[in-house]
């Protein structure tokens, strides 16, 4: 199956500065990258996703780039607020087969 | 709607025994995926059913198994429980058509003595 790398395990960004994870992925079939945020407790849910037909996709404050040649896609967040504080998941998805990365706990120190 | 229901939310079982948790997807979902959430791991997939089948299943041993049922529901059980075996298990559903978002359940949180 699909095999999901993500780096780095642990960021810790001042508040107002810019925050990259980035994510590999194995399988070229694989054709959907969301990215979810899943504060302490809670479950895991969607900020933004990008298809294998986009190269790069913008929602605010957060933005996602996908390099379907070097497979890999990275997640970008500007401006980091306090509550942006999360453990955050890439995932690679062939058909219903999401396989996700291992996570990267942020820390947005105010 | 109502969100994706995952009973029962806490558990403690002994080494050895058996366990079986259950899913309610979001009305109108066919799609039921499962993943084992530990420290460290992430996110480990478990199995994906669709229309009672499943489709898709992960690396994990044959202790672990699934079902899902006519209305969607599923169910996933775990026999001969071992430590590792402590973990959250979330389950998630999607409307199937296209390749979408995932909605999460809040889990199940098993401890194994």
């Known amino acids: 199956g699909e095999n999901v790398e993500q780096h780095p395990s642990t960021l810790s960004v001042q508040e107002g500065d810019s925050a990259v994870i980035k994510c590999t992925y194995s399988?070229?079939?694989?054709?959907?990258f969301p990215w979810y945020k899943q504060e302490l407790g809670k479950r895991p849910q969607l900020i933004i996703d990008?298809?294998?037909?986009?190269g790069e996709k913008k929602d605010q404050r957060i933005a996602v780039t996908l390099n379907k040649t070097a497979k890999h896609f990275s997640l970008h967040i500007t401006e980091t607020q306090p509550e942006d504080s999360a453990v955050y998941f890439c995932?690679?998805?062939?058909?219903?087969?999401?396989?996700f990365g291992a996570g990267t706990r942020l820390t947005v120190k105010p | 709607k109502a969100g994706v229901t995952q009973t029962p939310r806490y558990l403690i079982k002994t080494r050895g025994q058996q366990v079986t948790l259950s899913c309610s997807p979001i009305?109108?979902?066919?799609?039921v995926s499962w993943y084992q959430q530990t420290p460290g791991q992430g996110l480990q997939f478990l199995f994906e059913?669709?229309?009672?089948?499943?489709?898709n299943k992960g690396n994990f041993p044959g202790r672990f198994s699934g079902r899902q049922f006519s209305n969607s529901r599923s169910e996933m059980n775990v026999s001969t429980l071992e430590l590792g075996d402590s973990a959250l298990y979330l389950c998630?559903?999607?409307?199937?058509?296209?390749?979408?978002?995932?909605?999460f359940g809040e889990g199940s949180r098993l401890t194994v003595l």
């Open positions: 399988d070229s079939a694989s054709n959907y």
């Open positions: 009305s109108g979902h066919r799609s």
């Open positions: 990008i298809r294998s037909n986009v």
């Open positions: 059913y669709f229309s009672e089948t499943q489709r």
């Open positions: 998630a559903s999607s409307f199937p058509a296209n390749t979408g978002e995932l909605f």
């Open positions: 995932a690679a998805s062939i058909g219903n087969d999401m396989r």
